[in-house]
């Protein structure tokens, strides 16, 4: 049976003891200027506030699977979602207290946590293999909404070490969810789709085409040399 549970998230920057003088004196001036990287309050209600936003609304539509999912399967997806989402906001809170935020709703994570209810429409109405079907096609775009948030907006605004690991953990977890619904969905019409093999790393889902950014390069022999 399947089960993930809300990833250990490592909120600390570890600090390596060196021997000697001078090295333990580099040593504690990098870690003091890794520790001098936080997020301003604004910038942590930014960043947090949608993901706070779209887990309270994930955890309601997943205590409505839990008790309304005709089969086992879409039951135990449920509860592990609202199950992670409860262990993730507590987290979110903490973080944003440590920085002085508040995660107030801000338009972003309003905006985001609309589409999930908007996505989740209608789900009250339905029975059996009907809720079924429309809560985990509901589950596969509100996760790959808040996957492709975190990786396009979040992660990159994001300044100091312990905010980015928050985000990474975050990410895996929502990655998490989006492949077993993926599954799921698959299962119920009869369309198998197979999990990521063990070990693959959640940066692996596979990603849109991007815009090449890369500063075009000199030809060569051509005045200048490339441009780096």
């Known amino acids: 049976m399947w089960k ?18 001078d090295d333990q004196d580099d040593g504690m001036a990098v870690a ?4 001098a990287i936080v997020e301003t309050p604004e910038q ?3 960043l947090l506030s949608p993901i706070r936003a779209v887990s ?5 539509y997943a205590d409505m699977g839990t008790q309304r999912g005709a089969r086992e399967d879409i ?3 449920a ?20 920085r002085g935020a508040t995660l107030e709703e801000t338009t972003p994570g309003r905006e985001l946590a609309s589409a999930v209810r908007l996505a989740h429409a209608g789900l009250e109405n339905l029975q059996e293999a009907d809720f079924d079907l429309a809560y985990i096609r509901a589950e596969v775009e509100s996760h790959r909404q808040l996957l492709d948030t975190i990786d396009h907006e979040l992660i990159p605004a994001a300044t100091s070490p312990a905010m980015q690991t928050l985000l990474q953990d975050t990410r895996a977890m929502v ?11 698959g299962n119920l ?3 198998p789709v197979e999990p990521p093999p063990p070990g693959t790393a959640p940066e692996q889902v596979p990603r849109p085409p991007q815009p090449d950014t890369t500063p075009p390069t000199a030809p060569p022999g051509g005045g200048g040399g490339s441009r780096q």
Not at 175 to 185: E, S, T
Request: hydrophobic letters at 45%; aromatic letters at 2%; a positive charge.
């Open 32 to 35: 003091q200027d890794s520790l």
């Open 175 to 185: 990655y998490a969810h989006l492949m077993r619904a993926r599954q799921l969905l």
């Open 44 to 46: 942590t209600q930014d």
């Open 189 to 191: 019409l009869g369309q």
């Open 4 to 21: 993930l549970r809300v990833l250990p998230l490592a909120l600390t920057i570890g600090i390596v003891a060196c021997g000697g003088n």
């Open 75 to 77: 039951r135990e997806f």
């Open 56 to 60: 309270m609304s994930l955890i309601t």
């Open 79 to 98: 509860r592990t979602v609202a199950t992670d989402h409860r262990g993730l906001v507590p987290i979110l809170d903490r973080e944003a207290q440590a």
